[in-house]
């Protein structure tokens, strides 16, 4: 049975969930089997093909962040990782399985893309475009730090194609900023947000975290509301969580703590909630757990839909993630160790993990709980089994909580439901991947 009383503190751990089977059950021995299907031809009906591509580069690390960045790269190891992510681009892009296909998304995440200089983005971009082709792309989502930008770079940015740009504010406040580690202030967030609307970016959307170290009830309703009066395309709002690798896990573990010096849970999805109802009556529609949008009908998320939803992703850098042919994959997460294995034309692949028919129906049923509905007749069409008869005694326990409600055509989640969503996922796992750790 699922708990759903849950602890009122922050402790140390990943709480979000972003992939199902968790990380920890990938491994070595499963990347034949992902070599065995790039060498094979594709499906008569692929599925949409996307390309990840990890930029592991900032101009510092945040005190809360858990991927795999670095601070102390030159110009010229920089320019020697880029040569060798296209050189892993263009090996996939000789397998049968990928040649010749047009990717719908593509992705460039981090670390901080915007890091880049002008040259090097553009020598990156169109060595890609020259081994997968972006003219039937319908997104390409770019993540920023706002201080690394200046006019010039954000008008190449826009020049390159791409057409979700995603600030990394995560708050107004200097101070939050500056304690909570974040290179950029909020001169730089207002400057740089003021030029990417004059340029013109189909989409622009504004990362921000509830529960930051020294957040405060006034501050973060200030910074709602700074951030309603940007009048962004979106907006992400995350709860803070402090996952093992982070700057403020070791230090709550030199000093015996915890407790992380963050909000608790409660705190955080009641200002999570509060943003909701500021955004919604200044026009926005809530449209998942994490998310608000100007208008649905124009606003797309198109990697995440897409990734969620079964699509292949091509994940490349280092430590990258990918997803293709219902295989997960992640890369190599030392960089020295990716740079060497590519300069020995090796795929720099670390770990896999082959999804059978049933984990593929729980992925793709948990992704959509955390968009807030799930459509029981597209998984008896794709699936050709009923979510109601798989998942009655969880289902039935949070509708009796007040998490969701159930009709004959969907499962929707509760506002109180969807803020405390990924807590919640655990019982539709299987049970042999149960409380474990994701990572």
């Not at 082959?354 to 948990?366: A, Q, S, W």
Request: include cysteine; proline fraction near 5%; hydrophobic fraction near 35%.
């Amino acid at each position: 049975m699922i708990d759903t009383n849950t602890e009122e503190e922050t402790g140390v751990g990943n709480y979000f969930i972003s992939n199902y089977p968790q990380y920890s059950f990938w491994k070595p021995e499963h990347v034949p089997t992902l070599l065995s299907l790039l060498n094979s031809p594709p499906e008569n009906n692929p599925l949409p093909l996307g390309i990840y591509f990890h930029i592991p580069f900032c101009r510092k690390r945040c005190h809360f962040c858990y991927f795999k960045v670095y601070t102390d790269k030159k110009a010229s190891e920089i320019n020697a990782y880029i040569d060798s992510g296209i050189k892993e681009i263009e090996k996939y892009g000789q397998m049968p399985y990928l040649k010749n296909r047009k990717p719908k998304f593509i992705y460039f995440g981090g670390g901080t893309p915007s890091y880049l200089s002008v040259s090097q983005l553009t020598d990156l971009t169109d060595r890609m475009k020259a081994v997968f082709p972006w003219d039937e792309a319908e997104e390409v989502a770019f993540e920023c730090e706002p201080g690394t930008l200046t006019e010039k770079k954000l008008d190449q940015i826009h020049k390159l194609g791409v057409t979700r740009l995603s600030l990394g504010v995560e708050n107004f406040n200097d101070h939050i900023l500056e304690i909570n580690g974040r290179a950029h202030r909020s001169k730089e967030i207002i400057r740089s947000y003021n030029y990417a609307k004059e340029i013109g970016f189909p989409q622009i959307n504004i990362d921000l975290i509830a529960g930051m170290i020294d957040e405060t009830e006034e501050n973060w309703k200030e910074c709602v509301q700074q951030a309603i009066s940007l009048e962004p395309e979106c907006v992400t709002i995350y709860q803070m969580e402090i996952p093992y690798n982070t700057t403020i896990y070791k230090e709550m573990k030199e000093s015996g703590k915890f407790t992380a010096p963050v909000a608790d849970w409660p705190t955080k999805r009641r200002w999570v909630s509060e943003a909701f109802d500021a955004f919604v009556e200044a026009g926005y529609t809530v449209t998942s757990a994490y998310t608000v949008v100007k208008n649905p009908e124009t606003v797309k998320f198109v990697y995440r839909d897409a990734l969620w939803g079964g699509a292949d992703m091509l994940g490349t850098g280092v430590a990258s993630f990918g997803h293709i042919g219902g295989i997960h994959v992640q890369n190599e997460h030392d960089i020295g160790k990716y740079l060497e294995r590519v300069t020995e034309n090796e795929f720099p692949i670390y770990r896999a993990y082959p999804t059978n028919e049933d984990e593929t129906l729980i992925r793709e049923f948990i992704f959509q709980l955390k968009l807030g509905r799930v459509d029981l007749k597209h998984f008896e069409k794709k699936f050709s089994e009923s979510i109601v008869n798989r998942f009655r005694e969880p289902i039935e326990l949070l509708e009796r909580e007040g998490y969701l409600k159930l009709d004959d055509n969907s499962i929707t989640m509760t506002r109180e439901g969807l803020l405390q969503v990924d807590r919640l996922l655990h019982e539709f796992f299987l049970k042999e991947h149960q409380n474990a750790r994701y990572a």
